[in-house]
C-alpha cells in the first residue's frame, strides 16, 4: 500500500505570546504566514470561521506561501454554530466560492461543531448532499451522541472525514470515514494548554 502524505501545522499562525518563542521578535504581522511556511506544510485558517475572507485576502495567503503548501479553511461559525447546517445553502455557496481564490492549496474544510449540538442524521446528510465532491471535508462533533455507527457510516457514503480530537473536553472516537485522515490536538489534559511529550506525538 502506498504511502499518504503527512501535513503537520497549527491552528491559525497570529498568536501574540509566538512573539520571541517561534517567531523572531517584531516580526510584522504580515511576514508571519511567510515565515510560518517556511517551517510548517499546513495550517487551519481560523478567521474564516469568524469573518468571510475576500478574494483578495486568499489570493494573499495563497502568494505568501510555498507551492506544496495546504490550508485548511475552517467553514463558518454561521453554518456551524447559527444555522447548524439547516438552510445554509446560499452562505455554503458563498464561502466556497471566496475560498476558491486558494486555488490548487485548498485542502480540507473543516467543521466545528459547538458542544451543544446534538445527532442529527436527517439535518447531516441534508447538508452533505449540498457538497461538491470536488473538495475534501472533515467534520468535528464535540457532542458525545455523534459517536454512533449510523454517522460514521453515513459520513463514509460521502468520503466525508471524521475529526480524531485528542481533548479531555470532547469526545475521542478513531473513526476512519475517508480516504484520508485529519486529527486535532487540542491537549490530552488542558484544553488548549497541555504540552505534547515525545512519546505522545
Known amino acids: 500500500m502506498p504511502q499518504g502524505k503527512l501535513y503537520i501545522g497549527t491552528s491559525g499562525w497570529v498568536y501574540g505570546h509566538w512573539e520571541g518563542i517561534f517567531y523572531p521578535e517584531n516580526l510584522a504581522s504580515k511576514d508571519k504566514l511567510k515565515y510560518f511556511s517556511q517551517h510548517f506544510k499546513t495550517a487551519e485558517i481560523n478567521y474564516s470561521f469568524y469573518h468571510l475572507p475576500r478574494p483578495s485576502t486568499y489570493q494573499n495567503w495563497h502568494s505568501q506561501t510555498p507551492a506544496d503548501f495546504i490550508f485548511a479553511a475552517k467553514a463558518s461559525?454561521?453554518?456551524?454554530?447559527?444555522?447548524?447546517?439547516?438552510?445554509?445553502?446560499?452562505?455554503?455557496?458563498?464561502?466556497?466560492?471566496?475560498?476558491?481564490?486558494?486555488?490548487?492549496?485548498?485542502?480540507?474544510?473543516?467543521?466545528?461543531?459547538?458542544?451543544?449540538?446534538?445527532?442529527?442524521?436527517?439535518?447531516?446528510?441534508?447538508?452533505?448532499?449540498?457538497?461538491?465532491?470536488?473538495?475534501?471535508?472533515?467534520?468535528?462533533?464535540?457532542?458525545?451522541?455523534?459517536?454512533?455507527?449510523?454517522?460514521?457510516?453515513?459520513?463514509?457514503?460521502?468520503?466525508?472525514?471524521?475529526?480524531?480530537?485528542?481533548?479531555p473536553s470532547y469526545p475521542k472516537a478513531e473513526a476512519i470515514t475517508a480516504d484520508f485522515i485529519y486529527i486535532r490536538m487540542h491537549g490530552s489534559k488542558v484544553l488548549f494548554a497541555s504540552k505534547y511529550t515525545k512519546n505522545e506525538l
Do not use: M
Open 77 to 167: 461559525r454561521f453554518i456551524t454554530h447559527i444555522k447548524r447546517l439547516g438552510g445554509v445553502k446560499e452562505a455554503w455557496q458563498q464561502f466556497i466560492e471566496n475560498a476558491l481564490y486558494l486555488k490548487e492549496k485548498l485542502g480540507p474544510i473543516l467543521f466545528q461543531f459547538p458542544p451543544s449540538f446534538r445527532i442529527d442524521l436527517k439535518r447531516l446528510e441534508s447538508f452533505l448532499k449540498i457538497l461538491s465532491k470536488n473538495y475534501r471535508y472533515v467534520f468535528e462533533f464535540r457532542h458525545k451522541s455523534w459517536c454512533d455507527k449510523k454517522v460514521y457510516n453515513l459520513l463514509k457514503k460521502y468520503n466525508v472525514a471524521w475529526v480524531i480530537a485528542d481533548s
